[in-house]
Structure formats: C-alpha cells, structure tokens
C-alpha cells in the first residue's frame, strides 16, 4: 500500500503485511486492541517531518486488517507525538486518548487551585475508549481560549458515560461523554498552542489514512469477489472504478506525506514559519478528498457485492458498519465549506 511515486522512500520501510497481520479482528477487545496500539508505539515512530510516509503507511496499514483497531492505534500514537512535542514525559505502560471535540450545551473549564494546581470541571463529548484508557488529552477552556491537559482517567471525579454509546459502527469503541469534577490535570502546551501547531492538521491527515486503509479492505472483499466470477463485466467495472477511486485518495495521502515530509526542520514548533504550507488547507483538502474517495467505495462495494456478505461474514458486516461512521468525522458540506473560507481569506491555490 502507499506505493505512488509521490511517496516519501520512508514508507517502504513499513512491512505493512506484518502491521495487517498484527493488528487484530472484529471482536477483539478493547484492551486487546490497546495492546496493539502499545506495540505499534514501540516501533512506529512519532509523526513528524521526516516521518510522515511512514507513520501514514502504518496507520493504513492497520485500517486495513481492522478498522476499529485503527480506531484505537492512531489516538494512542497522536498523544504520544503530542507529548514529545511539549516535552511531558509519558508514563509506563499507559494508554491514550485524545478528547479535542466540543458539542452544543457541553463545556469543559479548566480552573487553579489553592495550591496552583489545575481542576477540570465539567463535561467532554466523544470520549473515546475512556473507560479502557489509563489517560488522555483533554482540551478545556482557559478564559477565551483552549488549552491541553494530560489528565489520569483512573483518578476520582471521572465518570464514563459508556452506556450512551448505542451505535452499530464500532460497538466496542464506546465514545460517549465523560464527566469530569474537579479532576487534576498537566497543561500541555499554552493556551492555543494544541489547536495551532501543523502537528494538529497532520494527526487530521492521520485519520485520513485510516479511512483509506478500511476501504482499501473493501476494495479487496471487491477484488475476491470479482475473481470468483471472472466472467462479470459489472464486477470488473465495479473494480476497476474502485481502483480509480483508491487511487486518488492515496495520490492525496501520498502528496500530503510529501509536504510535511519536505517541510523546514523544526516546523512544529514555528507555526508561523513563512516556509511552510498552509497546514488547515492541506488537511482539509486531503481529508476531504479522502472521504470522497472512501464514501464512494463503500456504497459502490455493498451495492455490487450484495447482502450475503453483510449477513454472513462478521468480518465485512462490521469493516462497512465501521467505516460507515468513523469516516463521519469529516463533517462534509461544512468541512468543503471550510476549504473554501480559506483560500477566500488566505488563497493557497495555484490557480
């Protein structure tokens, strides 16, 4: 996989096969899935210029074989990456999350106190996995701005919401509110620091590539099938639209690899280097274009292949179910509206 010319050469050193092989199956349990997700972090290295083909590749990699594992894998190793980042020393053999998002009527406020220390309190929305995970990243509003905590989820004044979670797509990935009442927390960064590095528009491409890599496991259900049946002409379109589909969201990735690979020494920590792209629009652009990609395939692989897959086989029933709602967290019409607001304000295009 990831094999365009536009490729960085790092990423040939990822034997994606033993990263699939490795990565579990629908039915896995969470800690066994946060297993994989520890053992990957021992030989993947932190995403970063230089980095990139191959964090990328092993992020598809691990979609590929199963998309909830991915789920699991790309938070734990986007935290770690964080904290390096920010020079926070990670504790042994612990878990992570990362719990950015924000929701209507839901607000998390980080206070002093007495002794100067930092309290959480209020309530965080999709929270994934929190009840499994030793720890996460937390933004909380400080004033008029959001800062990043590290925060122990085994401590008192943390309840999991899990029971909340009812969906189909991932089951086992519960990502429901958490509470949290005066729980203690380490600042990461300053306030604004998380949303305004390039690091935060790669960890986005990042997902990406666990979008592509599920429906590169489609794409090969599709390829089977059509193999049984060499004599289908509506088979080998299907296939072959697919491999067009593939194709671009992995010319996506791979330029997206390229830029941040190419990117000047040091970037994380100069947002503002003259230098470097516009990272908001390169991660839109790709995430965007991966998701088109991605939606493409999965409708036209269910509608070819038919229901005997998806009433059958607990390995494909599940990849389309989760697939079908991880890539939801590109938010569409409002996200290629956000493309557009930035070249009108910034440009960025050639044309």
């Known amino acids: 996989m990831l094999r365009s010319p536009a490729w960085p050469p790092s990423a040939a050193a990822v034997r994606t096969a033993d990263v699939e092989a490795s990565a579990g199956r629908p039915g896995t349990t969470p800690s066994e899935r946060l297993t994989v997700a520890r053992t990957l972090a021992s030989t993947t290295p932190l995403l970063t210029s230089g980095t990139a083909g191959a964090v990328l590749a092993t992020l598809a990699a691990v979609a590929a074989a199963d998309v909830a594992t991915a789920r699991t894998v790309e938070p734990h190793l986007d935290a770690l990456g964080i904290l390096a980042q920010a020079g926070v020393p990670v504790p042994d053999d612990s878990t992570w999350g990362v719990f950015a998002a924000e929701a209507p009527g839901l607000r998390l406020e980080a206070t002093r106190d007495s002794s100067g220390g930092v309290r959480l309190h209020g309530v ?5 996995l929190a009840s499994s995970l030793s720890h996460a990243l937390v933004t909380a509003h400080v004033g008029d ?12 004044g943390v309840t999991v919401h899990d029971e909340s979670w009812v969906a ?6 519960p990502s429901g509110p958490v509470e949290l009442d005066g729980v203690a927390a380490e600042p990461v960064g300053d306030p604004g620091w998380y949303l305004t590095r390039p690091g935060f528009a790669w960890g986005g491409i990042g997902v990406a590539a666990c979008w592509w890599g599920g429906a590169v496991g489609l794409a090969r259900l599709l390829r089977a099938t059509a193999a049984a049946r060499p004599s289908s002409e509506l088979l080998q379109e299907a296939l072959g639209a697919t491999v067009l589909d593939l194709a671009d969201a992995e010319d996506a990735l791979a330029t997206a690899a390229a830029r941040i690979d190419g990117s000047a020494h040091g970037a994380d920590t100069d947002p503002g280097a003259d230098t470097d792209p516009d990272w908001s629009l390169l991660a839109q652009v790709t995430r965007s274009r991966v998701r088109r990609a991605v939606d493409a395939v999965l409708q036209r692989v269910v509608s070819t292949v038919g229901p005997a897959p998806l009433t059958r086989d607990v390995e494909v029933a599940a990849r389309v179910a989760d697939l079908g709602l991880y890539v939801l967290q590109d938010h569409g019409a409002r996200d290629t509206a956000r493309v557009g607001r930035i070249v009108l304000e910034r440009g960025g295009v050639a044309w």
């Open 124 to 128: 965080k929305p999709w929270c994934s």
């Open 145 to 156: 701005e959001r800062q990043l905590f590290a925060v122990d989820l085994r401590q008192p």
């Open 168 to 173: 189909r797509g991932m089951p086992d990935v």
